[in-house]
């Protein structure tokens, strides 16, 4: 997509502020409660590639703690980045981060980036990152896109989520969450699921529901766990 001089530098500006703005806070944050660190450390020892999943309005402080407690112990990430705008600034991030895009989404350029991250998991090495509500929802819904590439690659899927106690929420589809500085997190990463390959329609949306299922808790334990600190 051809754009023009000022957009290509407002992008540019906007995508090491985001950086800046996700290290900055992210660094700040006092994470309290980390369920699944056995998950974690399972990874960094054996290094197998898995899909890292969280929802789109995670993606702050999820992304950061990805970044930090992984990516920069060697396990590579190649991020699922939708074609949309906003798509183009976090993909800007990511490669400011040093990792790789495969640029697709359910609704645009779907078999390229399955074509990609199939060639990411089985002959580089690399995890991958998805948003399965994204780019436009419904929030918490778990698309079949997603469902698809973990069948297709035969990798784990390995579900993150975070919340805090002080956070900003957007006005946007997805009420995107942004801890405030300082603040008190939970994160958790759950145990790997693995989906088996379907071979109906029915079968492929038991799947989907599953996972989904799977993240809604996910997301209802953080919550609970950071209510109950007080």
Not at 4 to 25: D, H, N, P, T, Y
Not at 57 to 84: C, D, E, M, P
Not at 178 to 192: A, D, L, T
Request: aromatic content about 10%.
């Amino acid at each position: 997509m051809k754009r023009s001089f000022r957009k290509e530098l407002l992008l540019a500006i906007a995508s090491r502020v985001m950086r800046w703005l996700i290290q900055g806070i992210g660094r700040t944050c006092r994470v309290k409660i980390v369920v699944g660190q056995e998950v974690i450390e399972d990874l960094l020892n054996n290094r197998r590639p898995v899909i890292f999943c969280f929802w789109h309005n995670r993606i702050f402080f999820s992304a950061y703690y990805l970044y930090r407690h992984l990516f920069r112990k060697g396990i590579h990430l190649t991020v699922l980045i939708s074609q949309s705008d906003d798509g183009e600034l976090i993909a800007r991030v990511v490669k400011l981060w040093g990792g790789t895009l495969a640029r697709g989404s359910s609704t645009r350029g779907g078999k390229d980036a399955l074509s990609i991250l199939n060639k990411a998991i089985r002959k580089e090495n690399s995890s991958i990152v998805t948003t399965p509500d994204g780019p436009k929802g419904p929030v918490y819904q778990f698309q079949l896109g997603t469902v698809i590439a973990a069948q297709f690659t035969g990798a784990e899927i390995v579900p993150i989520c975070f919340d805090a106690d002080k956070k900003w929420e957007l006005k946007s589809w997805d009420k995107f969450i942004i801890p405030k500085p300082f603040s008190n997190v939970v994160v958790s990463f759950g145990k790997p699921v693995k989906l088996t390959r379907s071979k109906s329609e029915e079968e492929r949306e038991e799947s989907r529901l599953v996972i989904e299922n799977v993240m809604r808790q996910q997301k209802d334990q953080v919550t609970s766990l950071l209510n109950a600190m007080g």
